[in-house]
């Protein structure tokens, strides 16, 4: 029987059913969620400011957080068939790294959105501050757009390096990020992509609070960044798919 890439995609998360998977993906921004709107109870800061502190700590701790969970499917390949199932010629090599992909990345959008969403809605609530619904829509796609190329290049060193690397290239792209949001990142951010997401959202939030641009041409100026980041996120996915299918796991 063909295995097509919904079985796949069906079958990957059945075995991450026990694992620490799902709990640290949906857990960790649920976390910072509530910890904001803690926050926001006991704090007296003005509601504007806690919305774009909270948008730039979720941002900018993105990379640990898929630092520490994108491994977690590979590593359980590893352990189960020591990636004899992965790198089979019977299911396809592409077909089950883009089943993983797919379950990363549509976990990382759920997440987003849970998270947010729960943040966005109680806090609003509490304040009284209102976020329209499309500024809210697009500060997640600029978020989670960012995001794709993140989980990509953690997916191929789960895969080259394996635990170890994930986790520890991940904390130092959030340290790297939260310096980049200094002035330390002028002119250079576009060069690492861990601080697209937070760079982009900082931007879109000031302008949609009157500062620097307008909301018009803010959102151009987004619009336009993001278009060249989604050419570069395309041609990493096409070439981890190529990387992969080359790709032989030394301890065999």
Known sequence: MKFTISRLFLADCLKLKHSSYYPIVLGCPLIISLSFILWCVFMLYEPQDIFRYYVLVLSI???????????????????????????????????????????????????????????????????????????????????????????????????AIGRSGSIGIGICCTFLNSLLMTGLGTGIWH????????????????????????????????????????????????FLLWWFSKYEDRSL
């Open 61 to 159: 701790l993105s990379p640990v957080i898929i630092g520490v969970s994108v491994y977690i499917p590979f590593e359980i390949e590893k352990k189960c068939c020591n990636y004899k199932e992965m790198l089979s010629t019977s299911h396809g090599r592409k077909k089950q790294l883009i089943s993983k992909i797919c379950l990363i990345s549509l976990f990382s959008l759920f997440s987003l959105v849970f998270s947010s969403s729960a943040f966005f809605i109680i806090v609003q609530y509490l304040s009284g501050y209102h976020l329209n619904v499309e500024a809210y829509l697009y500060l997640i796609f600029i978020i989670y757009v960012s995001q794709l190329i993140i989980i990509l290049f953690h997916v191929w060193i789960s895969l």
């Open 191 to 238: 060069w690492f992509p861990c601080s697209w997401g937070s760079m982009l959202s900082h931007i879109f939030i000031a302008c949609y609070q009157g500062v620097y641009l307008t909301l018009k041409e803010g959102v151009e100026l987004i619009n336009h960044t993001l278009y060249y980041f989604i050419i570069i996120t395309f041609i990493a996915f096409f």
